[in-house]
């Protein structure tokens, strides 16, 4: 039973640069969540997907978006890079956005602006 | 707002000894969920445990144990004969079902170190 995927595993940028990320939920679920954790914190969540669909979003910019596709993977965009994105973000799967089902992560992205 | 507190920032202990960890919440909520994950090295968060606030019932397993007390609105964690490997991160989090979705609120989280 394969678990979250993400990629890449690490990402250096510049400033102002665009990045995607990518995440692959756990097999059977249908729901993808991004969090965003720097260095020494817990992880903040951005925002949660379903049914294609942004369903909450958390105190994000508007330079991260994300999309979720048929398959119910997902992935996180952010525009206009700055130094202060550098951070882990996190992909978590759970099986459906209305209830409170555990959220299971991956590995994380570990990105790094210059 | 739903808030997290985990006090302890860092905990070193010996092999073998009882560590606990402690978390403390804050929600307006009558119905929540609150979860510990473990975070290696590696960095991957590694889900341990979820309770509901309707289940107050402590539980055992292996190793762990958990004590939940919702008149003081703690979720305390408790590792009992302590190895290297437990050696982590370990976060508290706080389910909030905001409409049509869910989102985790999570602690500082506490480094524990393990050593020999």
């Known amino acids: 039973d394969a678990g979250v995927t993400q990629s890449p595993t690490h990402l250096i940028k510049t400033r102002g640069q665009q990045v995607t990320l990518r995440c692959s939920p756990k097999s059977g679920h249908d729901t993808v969540s991004w969090y965003q954790q720097a260095l020494g914190q817990g992880p903040q969540f951005i925002f949660q997907?379903?049914?294609?669909?942004?369903?909450q979003r958390g105190n994000f910019p508007d330079r991260f978006s994300g999309h979720q596709f048929p398959n119910y993977s997902s992935e996180l965009n952010v525009n206009a890079l700055l130094l202060g994105d550098s951070a882990l973000y996190l992909c978590?799967?759970?099986?459906?956005?209305?209830?409170?089902?555990?959220?299971?992560f991956g590995p994380g992205t570990r990105l790094t602006v210059l | 707002a739903q808030k997290v507190t985990q006090a302890q920032t860092e905990i070193s202990v010996v092999e073998k000894e009882d560590v606990t960890l402690d978390c403390v919440y804050e929600?307006?909520?009558?119905?929540?969920?609150l979860f510990w994950y473990k975070q290696p090295p590696s960095g991957e968060l590694v889900f341990l445990i979820r309770?509901?606030?309707?289940?107050?019932q402590n539980e055992i397993s292996g190793r762990y144990s958990w004590n939940f007390q919702k008149s003081t609105s703690s979720f305390n964690f408790t590792i009992t004969a302590s190895q290297v490997v437990d050696s982590a991160v370990y976060f508290c989090a706080l389910s909030e079902l905001t409409g049509t979705a869910s989102k985790l609120t999570f602690g500082t989280g506490t480094r524990l170190q393990v050593t020999l």
């Open positions: 997907y379903y049914e294609e669909e942004e369903r």
């Open positions: 978590a799967s759970s099986l459906y956005a209305t209830s409170t089902d555990t959220q299971y």
């Open positions: 309770r509901n606030s309707f289940d107050e």
């Open positions: 929600t307006r909520d009558t119905t929540y969920y």
